[in-house]
Each structure stands twice: as structure tokens, then as C-alpha cells.
């Protein structure tokens, strides 16, 4: 169970978060001022720290400082009023992982807190050496978002359930799904995690070289061929060989691709000597793999083999759940590359984001946070760095989920269920509304499951 701190001095909106978040099963002990705050983080071990920036005693930009030099693995999110956004800008800078402004609704604390448990953030205990004494923050494991969605949530379980054994997965899923992701989680997941990864697009290899690609060549066996060329197969001996776009595979390539996976050997071009391979082969394609195998496009026998699991990734637009989560992720990522130092995203921002459709999925996603960080000129994404097409997604859009303020509100709710499969709760939090109201909603508008 996770532990977590308040520290606010309204002693009733302290009591009501204590008994919302003792609902969602988490271990909550509350401090009123600063002073009491401090003896309870010695203490104890807390995963999380909920702290108003403006105490009776002390700002929480110094208990910050107290809070992560005691336990800097400590995620702090800071709670404002809108004219304090400026001072939880610079917790951010100093180490908090997030801010919330009041009033907020009690679910957006929630999945602020499950975002700050996922991630991970390891913060170093060294100091560095300039004026300012702040913290080195090592971000580690970047590569890695666990999604909080339901279909993440399926998805993750998938990975997990398939990884330690020796089936061959094909991953089904959009352009820019995060295909190769889901390819290397189940590695790092398998008996074979100290192995070799191998990724190959198969969409990128020429034809006349796909077999000395794959299997290797010796030295003069064609022309161009001045060395001896270990090929994918053998590379990823005793590993995972990841073959992305499957489906562009030539029809001769398969029957090769089917007869080394059959046997377990393989043959480089121009050599007469049988090679041993131990790999799993995880394949991916955002094509429909049956319908090629139907219409004589792709070996039934091979797609078989290759389908032994499969794992389908949902688009972006049905995890939208996971939007921020993702987005934050490529968010410090940027940073680090450009060396910026941007820390969130304006609420006009975050609104667009939920109401564009994102036809390019994660990519996508990752694209526009790496373009907007470069051309921030402020603390803060907003609209005038975003596409026009993301940052007026907003008034071409067909459905808006969200608080209601639509004409339309039935049908919202109507659509919201369908794609929940009938989930009230799940609904209610793709609606932005808690269970109450969308209970209240579909009795006005006799709404029947």
C-alpha cells in the first residue's frame, strides 16, 4: 500500500482529501503546518508528499528541500491557487514532480498520484557544486511509461502473462503505436533479457540483399561482398529478433524466413555450412495479417508460426486515460535532449491535447512535445507553439469529452458507454465527471443499460 503525506493547513479540505484517498486504498497521515510535517518525513517513508505551496509557517518550496534530502525517491506534488503558479513553477525546477491548482476536482489529485507512482524518477543524493545548492535529478529508464488506461492495463498484463515463454507474439497496432516498445518489454521481461534485441524494418531492406540481411553472406559470395556478414538471425543468437512490418516481407523471403524458424538453422549466402540459432522471433505489422493470408499475400503456415500470441495495441485516441502520462514522459525527454528546461503544459494546452485525435498515435505525440519544447520560449507549453491543426482541435472536433457544457450531452454520454463496453466508472472518467453525476445523467435522460 502506498504512503502518503498531506501537508495543508485548511484543516477541512485536508480531512476530505485524508478520507477520499483512504477510499482508493492508499496509506494517508496528514501534517497541518510545515513544523509537523517535518519530524513525520524523518520518520517515515513516504512515496508521495502532497504539499500546499503557501504554509503557516514555511513555504513549501523549503519543505521541498526537506522532504527530498531526507528521501529524494519522494515524489512531491504541489497544491496552488491560480496567483501562486509562478512558485510551483520553481518547485518543479527544484525536484517536485507535478503541481495542482485549487480547486480541483478529487480525481485529478488521483490520477496525478497514480502518474507520480508509475513513473520512474530516481533522484540522486549528491549535491551539486553551484550557488543555487540544487538537486541533480536523473531521470532513468525513459524508454519505459507503463499506461494507467484499462486497455494499458490489459495490455501490460499481456506482456507479462506472454514474456517468460518461449512463444513467438505478433503485435498488431496503428503506425506509431509504440509496436517496438511492447517488442523490447517482453524481452526485458523473458528468460533471454541479457541476450541480444535485434530490431529489423523489413520495410527498409532491399529485396536483392534480404537474404544476406538476414542470414549472412561470406566474403565473395556476390559482388560487393569484400567480408564475411553475420546476418539478423545469427546476431540475435540466444536473444529475441524483433521483425517490425512483417507483412512486407517478399513471398521468397518467407519460405526462407518459415525453413530457418522450422529447423532452427540457418545458412549464410554462399556457404555450404548449416548455422545453429536459439531466438525467439517477435514479429509486428499494422496491416491485416489473415486478410494477406487470404488473399495469397503471406504464407499460412508462416503467419501460424509467427501467431502463436498476439498482442493488439490501441490507439492513442483509446487511451486517452494514459494522454498527460505519455505526454509528461516525452516531455523530459525533450528536455534533456535540447537541454531545456520546460516544465508542464498550459491548460488550454492539455485541452487541445485531449480533443485532437492523434492519427499518428505516440509518434506523433512525441513529435509535437519534442517541436513545442524546442520552440517554448516559457516555463510553460501553450497554444501559439502547437500546430494549428492540434491547437484548434477544439472547434473542428466531433465529440468533446469533458464537463458539460455541450448541446449534446446525450449523446456524449451515449458514445462515452459504447466505448467503455458498458463501464459506468470508466465512462464517468473518460467523461471527466464522477459516478454520482453520470448516474444522475442517465436517470434525466432515461438511459438504460
Not at 517468460?164 to 517482453?186: C, F, I, N
Not at 468533446?400 to 470508466?426: H, M, P, R, S, V
Request: net charge negative; with cysteine.
Amino acid at each position: 500500500m502506498s504512503k502518503i503525506l498531506i501537508v495543508e493547513d485548511d484543516v477541512a479540505f485536508c480531512t476530505m482529501l485524508k478520507t477520499f484517498l483512504e477510499k482508493k486504498e492508499y496509506d494517508v497521515a496528514v501534517a497541518f503546518s510545515g513544523n509537523e510535517a517535518i519530524p513525520k518525513i524523518k520518520k517515515n517513508k513516504f512515496d508521495v508528499v502532497l504539499a500546499d505551496v503557501r504554509l503557516p509557517d514555511r513555504d513549501g518550496i523549503t519543505l521541498l528541500d526537506e522532504i527530498l534530502s531526507n528521501n529524494p525517491s519522494t515524489q512531491v506534488i504541489i497544491m496552488t491557487g491560480y496567483a501562486e503558479v509562478n512558485m510551483a513553477v520553481n518547485a518543479i525546477k527544484q525536484g517536485a514532480f507535478d503541481y495542482v491548482s485549487k480547486p480541483f476536482n478529487p480525481d485529478t489529485i488521483l490520477q496525478t498520484i497514480e502518474k507520480a507512482l508509475k513513473v520512474d524518477v530516481q533522484v540522486s543524493t549528491s549535491i551539486k557544486s553551484t550557488t543555487t545548492g540544487s538537486k541533480e535529478i536523473k531521470i532513468s529508464n525513459l524508454s519505459f511509461v507503463r499506461g494507467v488506461s484499462d486497455a494499458s492495463k490489459k495490455l501490460n498484463e499481456y506482456v507479462a502473462l506472454v514474456a517468460p515463454t518461449r512463444m513467438s507474439v505478433l503485435v498488431v497496432g496503428d503506425s506509431g503505436t509504440g509496436k517496438e516498445y511492447v517488442a523490447s518489454s517482453v524481452h526485458k521481461a523473458s528468460k533471454r533479457s541479457e541476450k541480444p534485441f535485434i530490431a529489423v524494418d523489413c520495410g527498409a531492406i532491399p529485396k536483392e540483399i534480404a537474404s544476406s540481411e538476414f542470414f549472412g553472406h561470406i566474403k565473395g559470395s556476390f559482388t560487393g561482398a569484400v567480408n564475411d556478414k553475420v546476418g539478423h538471425f545469427e546476431a540475435a543468437n540466444g536473444g529475441t529478433l524483433f521483425l517490425d512490418e512483417i507483412g512486407n516481407l517478399s513471398y521468397e523471403l518467407q519460405v526462407q524466413l518459415l525453413r530457418a524458424l522450422q529447423e532452427r538453422k540457418i545458412k549464410p549466402v554462399g556457404s555450404n555450412k548449416e548455422v545453429e540459432v536459439d531466438i525467439r522471433v517477435i514479429t509486428a505489422t499494422n496491416e491485416d495479417l489473415s486478410n494477406a493470408v487470404k488473399e495469397g499475400e503471406f504464407r499460412e503456415d508462416l503467419y501460424h508460426r509467427l501467431n502463436e500470441f498476439s498482442i493488439k495495441i490501441p490507439p492513442l485516441k483509446d487511451r486517452i486515460e494514459d494522454l498527460m502520462l505519455f505526454a509528461n514522459h516525452f516531455l523530459e525527454e525533450s528536455n534533456l535532449e535540447l537541454d531545456k528546461h520546460v516544465v508542464g503544459f498550459s491548460d488550454e494546452v492539455l485541452e487541445a491535447f485531449k480533443k485532437y485525435d492523434w492519427p499518428g498515435n505516440l509518434r506523433e505525440l512525441k513529435n509535437i512535445v519534442k517541436r513545442s519544447v524546442l520552440l517554448s520560449q516559457n516555463d510553460m507549453i501553450t497554444l501559439d507553439v502547437l500546430p494549428s491543426d492540434i491547437a484548434y482541435a477544439s472547434h473542428n472536433a466531433k465529440q468533446t469529452y469533458g464537463l458539460f457544457k455541450n448541446q449534446n450531452e446525450q449523446e456524449l454520454i451515449l458514445d462515452a458507454l459504447e466505448k467503455a463496453n458498458g463501464n459506468k466508472a470508466k465512462a464517468a472518467r473518460m467523461l471527466s465527471i464522477d459516478r454520482k453525476t453520470l448516474y444522475n445523467k442517465l436517470k434525466q435522460y432515461d438511459i438504460s443499460l
